[in-house]
């Protein structure tokens, strides 16, 4: 499993920052290639070459390339599974998986760029923006309920180290935080919120350090 890991990213992408996230948790370095989504790099043959599906983000890795990124989080797991990032028993990780997915396939695919993009050509920017509120509103509230069960302990999404969910739910914290979005009403995700705050893999992966502005 030798040879250089390559992240094809975007800085504000929450697929990629689930990844990035997954990758400081396991102490794996790589080197990041910028796909800009915003210029439209991501749909130019060069990037359908990596990924035809035109999407971030990807990764190079033991000879593969990845795409999605609960796929190549799992990877990783089945790969390099010190530290671990899904529970042992069979329940519990159908359950943290059940948190990713309610995330990554539910709020995350209608907020996208070319979803909302087309929202905005039928009903104007402020149906954009009501739309994508909307949406992450009711997914943070639904995860929430979500994060009512026996493994919860007040600091991660399950028991007290950071795993799949957690990978997944603060990228989209990010998100709604950039949309406006509150959920300060919502204790056990503000609870998780606040431990991976002073987590270093979440710091090292936060999207502000990767903003080509700064």
């Not at 794996?28 to 035109?54: D, F, K, M, T, W």
């Not at 905005?120 to 509230?141: C, H, K, P, T, Y």
């Not at 056990?188 to 992966?205: E, G, L, P, W």
Request: proline content about 6%; hydrophobic content about 45%.
């Amino acid at each position: 499993m030798a040879g250089k890991i390559v992240l094809y990213d975007y800085w504000r992408s929450s697929a990629s920052y689930r990844v990035r996230i997954a990758l400081a948790l396991k102490g794996l370095a790589y080197e990041s290639v910028s796909v800009n989504l915003v210029a439209g790099e991501q749909r130019q043959p060069a990037h359908r070459a990596i990924n035809p599906q035109g999407l971030v983000p990807a990764l190079a890795i033991d000879g593969l390339m990845l795409t999605q990124s609960l796929a190549i989080i799992d990877y990783l797991e089945e790969t390099r599974p010190d530290p671990a990032l899904l529970p042992k028993d069979a329940a519990s990780r159908a359950h943290v998986r059940a948190i990713a997915l309610a995330i990554a396939c539910e709020i995350h695919p209608i907020s996208n760029l070319n979803v909302l993009a087309r929202v905005q050509e039928v009903g104007g920017q402020d149906a954009r923006a009501d739309w994508n509120r909307d949406n992450i509103a009711a997914g943070l509230a639904a995860v929430e309920h979500l994060l009512d069960h026996p493994g919860f302990t007040g600091r991660f999404c399950h028991g007290d180290s950071p795993g799949m969910a957690d990978c997944t739910l603060i990228p989209q914290l990010y998100n709604a935080t950039r949309w406006g979005v509150g959920f300060d009403h919502l204790p056990r995700i503000m609870a998780v919120a606040k431990t991976c705050q002073t987590n270093d893999a979440f710091q090292q992966a936060h999207p502000d350090k990767f903003d080509p502005s700064r």
